[in-house]
């Protein structure tokens, strides 16, 4: 089902990330972007913070790398950059727009990639209840 539901992101147009200015969502915006990204195991329940997470696991750590590298060449064309860590075969993605002080359609067209990256890597989704940040904005 979730191969289903990314292979449809591939098809889908790239406008929104590689637009100069992030754009805040309108209520009803936000609200259907939450919905397809929670369905594909992403969480906004942040403490404090206007922002979306999820964790990867991959088979090894040469994977995750992998998958880190891919996005990063993604995200430094878009001048959209990821807060994440790299644990072993793990990792913790968050993502916000600080030109808008939280999600914006932006962060919605990264988390496309980053599904659409991880299953071709041949990525394990977990779904995160929560996360933590500790001062030094590493998960706990």
């Known amino acids: 089902m979730l191969r ?33 990204l929670k369905a594909r195991g992403w969480n906004d329940q942040l403490p404090g913070r206007d922002a979306i997470a999820k964790r990867f696991e991959f088979e090894n750590f040469n994977e995750a790398f992998g998958f880190m590298t891919r996005v990063a060449l993604y995200a430094e064309g878009c001048d959209h950059h990821p807060e994440w860590s790299n644990v072993s075969s793990v ?12 999600v914006s359609s932006k962060d919605h067209a990264l988390a496309d990639f980053m599904d659409y990256a991880a299953v071709r890597a041949a990525a394990t989704p977990h779904y995160m209840d929560k996360v933590t940040f500790s001062g030094a904005g590493k998960p706990q």
């Open 4 to 36: 289903a539901a990314v292979a449809q992101l591939a098809r889908r147009p790239r406008a929104a990330l590689f637009a100069t200015k992030a754009h805040a969502f309108d209520a009803a915006g936000r609200a259907a972007a939450l919905d397809e």
């Open 91 to 102: 990792v913790h993605v968050v993502l916000a727009t600080h030109d808008v002080g939280g």
